[in-house]
Structures are given as C-alpha cells and as structure tokens.
T-cell receptor, first 115, second 110 residues
Framework: GAVVSQHPSRVICKSGTSVKIECRSL??????MFWYRQFPKKSLMLMAT?????????EQGVEKDKFLINHASLTLSTLTVTSAHPEDSSFYIC???????????FGSGTRLTVV | RKEVEQDPGPFNVPEGATVAFNCTYS??????FFWYRQDCRKEPKLLMS???SGNEDGRFTAQLNRASQYISLLIRDSKLSDSATYLC???????????FGGGTRVLVKP
C-alpha cells in the first residue's frame, strides 16, 4: 500500500531556532500533501495544504511566515518551523493521498519539543 | 458548532463485548467519510471507509446516515488490541480537505 515517510520522528530544539520536517511519498507521486498538528489529547488540526510547484494554502490562524512549506517535487514536502517557541511543541503529521488507493496515508509524525 | 463531533469517551468495554459510537458532521455536502484508528503517540491509520449502504470489515461495521448527518462504528467481539482512539474523518465538499473529529477513546479490558 501507499507509504508516506516522515522524519525526523522526534526532535528537541532550543527556542529561536528553526526545525525542518520532511514528508516523502515513497511509492507514489503526490501533487498535494497535508500538514497537521496535534496537541496532547486533541484531534488533528489541518495547518496547511502543500501544493507541488506552487504556494501552500494555509488554514485560518496559521502563520505562513512561521510555518514555511516547500513542495519542490512530487514526492517531497517540507515544513520548517521558524524561530520556534515552546508553544510550538506538538506532534506534527503529514499526509498524502495515493491516487491509486483509497483514503489518505499519514506519515509517522514528528514530535517537536522546544526548550 | 464543530464540523465533526464525537463523544470523547472513554468507552470501557469488556473483552468480547460489542461497542458502538457515532460521529456527527455539520456540512451536509460532505462527500467521503472514514474511520481512522490512532494509537497513543502514533499516526492515524485508516480503519475503513464508510459507504452510503453501510459496510463491514470483519468485526467492524460502519454506517452512514446522510439524513441525520452521522456515521457510526460498531466493533463486535472486542479484543484487547482494539483499545485505541477512533477518529471520524470527513472529506469536505470542496475536495481534498479532511476534517477530523476529536476522537472516541475505547478501552477494552479483560
């Protein structure tokens, strides 16, 4: 089945630094990928839709200058959390849809801790 | 009102019992519906899609009621390994955007 690889799985960074998270579709091409954030005991909240070759579409309330998204190829989207703060600590998950499959496949998630 | 609402639970279920729970959605034009399962600190994994006529996959049965705008999931003969959070997911009428419910936590106990 469709596989989405996400890394790193876990990262700890200092306040003020930037962190890049990668999301790759391993056996299919994804013109669109999605980035979610999940706080403890809460559901997934869509942050933005990553579009290959064009600008990402951000959900209301998500700062596009803080969460930089780049979708440079049909198999790779990156999310960069810039100038991270402790309140950015969360579980970030990407997903994509294999056109040949049903449903959406999620990456394994990245647990970000900003200290 | 949230777009997708679920009873957060937890539902404490004796092993071997049946448990069922619902999810309501507000957008009547929603097109696709899914149940995902999420284990603690893991990513969601597709459990099953929900079809208009209802569908069954082993011990799991999903139903869709468009008139009342809810979907349901029923788990028969619960196993300890069924303990997880079950996420109701709705694909918006606009296309690819998924909206997640808050999840229903199920705890199956011996």
């Amino acid at each position: 089945g469709a596989v989405v690889s996400q890394h790193p799985s876990r990262v700890i960074c200092k306040s003020g630094t930037s962190v890049k998270i990668e999301c790759r579709s391993l056996d299919f091409q994804a013109t669109t990928m999605f980035w979610y954030r999940q706080f403890p005991k809460k559901s997934l909240m869509l942050m933005a839709t990553s579009n290959e070759g064009s600008k990402a579409t951000y959900e209301q309330g998500v700062e596009k200058d803080k969460f930089l998204i780049n979708h440079a190829s049909l198999t790779l989207s990156t999310l960069t959390v810039t100038s991270a703060h402790p309140e950015d600590s969360s579980f970030y998950i990407c997903s994509a849809r294999d056109p040949g499959a049903y449903g959406y496949t999620f990456g394994s998630g990245t647990r970000l801790t900003v200290v | 009102r949230k777009e997708v609402e679920q009873d957060p639970g937890p539902f404490n279920v004796p092993e071997g019992a049946t448990v069922a729970f619902n999810c309501t959605y507000s957008n009547s034009a929603s097109q696709s519906f899914f149940w995902y399962r999420q284990d603690c600190r893991k990513e969601p994994k597709l459990l099953m899609s929900v079809y208009s006529s209802g569908n069954e996959d082993g011990r799991f049965t999903a139903q869709l009621n468009r008139a009342s705008q809810y979907i349901s999931l029923l788990i028969r003969d619960s196993k300890l390994s069924d303990s997880a959070t079950y996420l109701c997911v709705v694909n918006s009428a606009a296309g690819n955007k998924l909206t997640f419910g808050g999840g229903t936590r199920v705890l199956v106990k011996p």
